[in-house]
């Protein structure tokens, strides 16, 4: 499955940014449908998502790299967890690039690889992915971008 990447420009330091983005505790602010990060450390935590109908899921994750404050990398646990019949790898990278305003111009890229017949619904997983990206962009420059 292709790569999926949003980017905005937002009027934050990128260090502000990556304070937020770099701590998983801060997740339920800016990421959508979490409503909790359970067990977190810098390198691996445990989200509590909401779905439509209300019901909640669990999903473990392990940061992969971090380069503080220009880029920073997760993926999730998929083997032996619920999403391991539809998905082989879905991986975030953010990456900040500071302009000379002040603001900063963040990408956020998810690499969400399908298994089994999920294969043949490519495009309506390219066209979540796209709206979870522009939501979680949303929330960050909510949050500390500047008025």
């Known amino acids: 499955m292709p790569t999926v990447r949003r980017a ?7 260090q502000a940014l990556w304070d937020v983005i770099a701590d998983p505790a801060h997740l339920p602010r800016w990421w959508p449908d979490v409503v909790r990060v359970e067990e977190a450390t810098p390198l691996a935590w445990t989200t509590v998502s909401s779905t439509p109908k209300g019901a909640l899921v669990r999903a473990d994750f392990t940061r992969l ?3 503080e404050p220009r880029r920073i990398a997760w993926q999730q646990e998929i083997e032996e967890s ?3 019949r ?3 790898e879905n991986s975030t990278e953010a990456t900040l690039e500071p302009d000379s305003d002040g603001a900063t111009r963040i990408e956020l890229r998810t690499v969400q690889r399908l298994r089994g ?9 390219r066209r979540a992915a796209r709206r979870k990206l522009d939501e979680a962009l949303s929330g960050l420059e909510r949050i500390v ?3």
């Not at 905005?8 to 990128?14: F, G, V």
């Not at 017949?117 to 997983?125: A, D, E, P, T, V």
């Open 65 to 67: 790299a971090a380069d």
């Open 82 to 84: 619920p999403f391991e």
């Open 8 to 14: 905005r420009t937002i009027r934050a330091s990128s």
């Open 86 to 88: 539809i998905l082989s």
């Open 145 to 147: 971008g500047e008025d």
């Open 117 to 125: 017949y999920s294969r043949f619904g490519g495009f309506l997983f």
